[in-house]
């Protein structure tokens, strides 16, 4: 989890509306900062629009070095917090952020038009479950990713979940 130079990931809870804006003031005082986006269809004023937003609404990544920097992060103006259990932040594993990054462009994830619907017998074709079939349930919310990352990040329980393009419709 730790990287060479003594930082290591943490993520940064926002004010909602606030990541892009902590994002900005991050970069001027830790060494790296990270905000996946997410392009997707949203409702707009009765129409189907694409928009770009957050993937974790309220989350931001932020590589530093916790012992020098915990409080002028922690304290941060749109800052909540630093993710922790109890009172110690817990480091985000380097692999959790290098994946979210293979999967987007210009730190931008894009999911494609819902081709699958509830109760669609699928395919897993890719990952470790490939062969698996399942049943697909529905894509997930932003509330629902982040609870995912949180749980992820905890290792409190095992929960497997997979990118629409790890599944096939299976006729």
Known sequence: MELNDGT????IRTKTGKERW???QLQTTVPEVFLPLLRAKTPRWGRMVMSVG?????YVFARFDL??????????????G??????DPLAVPTTIVTEIRRRGVDDV???AEKPLGNGDRVMVVEGPFRGFEAIFERYLSGAERVAILLSAIEAGGLRVLLPASAVAKYS
Do not use: H, T
């Open 22 to 24: 902590v994002k900005d």
């Open 82 to 87: 630093i993710v922790s259990a109890g009172s």
């Open 54 to 58: 957050p993937l974790f609404p309220c």
């Open 8 to 11: 290591a990931w943490y993520l």
């Open 67 to 80: 012992q020098r920097s915990y409080f002028e992060v922690k304290y941060m103006p749109g800052v909540r």
């Open 109 to 111: 994830v894009e999911i």
